[in-house]
Structure formats: C-alpha cells, structure tokens
C-alpha cells in the first residue's frame, strides 16, 4: 500500500489562509506547530506537513476504508529536512507509517508507505491543461508509462480503475496488477507513485 | 435553529470553496462536501471555522471528524446551539 499527496504552493497561497485566527491549532498538534514557528519559511512547513498528514490518511483509508476528517490525529515527526528532501513518520494511534517528502518553491510532496526506506516510482507532473478531466488523463498516462516501462509489460494493455471506495490500481490485460499505486493532484500539478516490490 | 435556515447559512459558507457547481446547485442534505462538492481538504477546516464563527459555537476535534456531509454539519450545529 502507498499513499501521496502533492500541494501547488502558489495555489494553496490562494485557496487558503493558513495564518488566520484558530486554523493551525485546528490541523497541527503541539510539537507541529512549533515546527512551523521554528522553520524559516513556516509556510512550507505548513504544506509539508499537511501533505503527509494527507498521504497518511490515504494510506490509512486503504487500510480501513473509514472516511473521517481528523488532521490533527495525524501526527508527524520529521526525521531529517533540507531544502530539497525530507523524510519522517506518522503516527494515528497504533497506525504508524514513514513518510519521503520532496520540497521546492512551487510544490511540496509526500510520499507515504508502511515500511521504511520503501522504493518507488514516482514522478511530479507539471500540467500542461487547465481541466480537471485533462489533468487526471494527464497524470494517469505519466502512471502507466512509467509502470510499462518498469514492468516489462506492453504500455496499451495497462490501465488504471478506481475500485468502489475511489481507490486506484493498476490492471495489466484485466487483471489487478499486484503493484499498488497512488495518485494526487493538486492545482497545476499532479504526482503518481507506485510501490516497486 | 430550523433546518432551511441552516443549510441557507451552511451555502453561503461552502460556495468560495466549492469546486463542483452543479453540485452545490443542487446542494441537499446528503450532500458530500468532499465528493460532491469537490472542496480541497485543506479547506474544510476554512468551513469548520466559518461555522464556527457563523453560529457562535465551538466545535471539538470528535465533532469535526465527522463533518463531512451537509447533515452530519447540521446535526453538529443543532447539538452545540442546543449546549449553549
């Protein structure tokens, strides 16, 4: 199982107000708040931490598929953070899960799985289309490109089919690929990544 | 509070997040804000807070977890208005 989530920093810039009364203390416990205040640009570290609460619960809905809304549950502990990577775990009381994240000025993104040091392919989408539909056409093609290629199998028999709770595989000439994949996308940027075993 | 009155409220709340319109024009009781609505996650914690700020009351992270629906909102808002 692996989850990922990817948030367009200039988007989130627009859609939400993260410095307003109550919203930090609503999303991040303690110790992450003082990450927050601690880190140069707290605005990322707002997103970063966002994106592996947000790939935690994915991987966690995998897991149990019960939709709730409990960021603050979520609880992370960063491991290691430079400009460009970070990694760390998350906690939901006994659901634990470690977390790759990858940072920039225009995006931040989480990569979440259930083991450490877990190998994927992965790839950050920038969009070339406005639309919604497009986007995930988009970030879907990028998927099975890179799956084919890593598989060895031919590219026009794979696709992509979200089961009844919204969860994505992969299928190779029908059959349920046994790799697990997750998609996010978010503004103008879309992420697919793919457990390799 | 009676119920047209809160989701009037509830409406005016959603719309500057709301990313599917078809579906807040049709918005009702089951209505989903995440699935139907298509609101970003991040900004259902925005519609926490306006309803928050909008009816006066506190909602606790055990309600909060629950909010995901038009009805589930309602019932949390009937509740904390009838603790007040």
Known sequence: MIGNDIVDLTIA???SEWNRPRFLNK???????QYIREYPRPERMVWLLWSMKESAYKLHFQHNKKRFYAPKKFSCEMRYLNEEEGCGKVFFGDFRCFTQSALSDKFVYTITSLEKNKKYLSQIIKMRKPKYNAQHAEVYSGAIAQFAEY??????????KKNDYGIPFLYFKDEKAKTDISISHHGNYGAFAIEMS | MNKDKIIAELKKIVKPYVQDNASFDNLAEDTDFINDLKI?????????????????IEIDNES???????????????????EK
Do not use: P
């Open chain 1, 27 to 33: 999303i991040f416990t303690e110790k992450e708040q």
């Open chain 2, 64 to 82: 909060m977890e629950q909010m995901l629906t038009v009805k589930a909102t309602m019932d949390i808002i009937n509740t904390k208005l009838s």
């Open chain 1, 151 to 160: 598989s060895g199998k031919s590219h026009d028999k794979i696709y992509i």
């Open chain 2, 40 to 56: 970003n996650s991040a900004n259902l914690v925005d519609v926490i807070l306006d309803v928050e700020d909008a009816f006066e």
């Open chain 1, 13 to 15: 810039k627009i859609e």
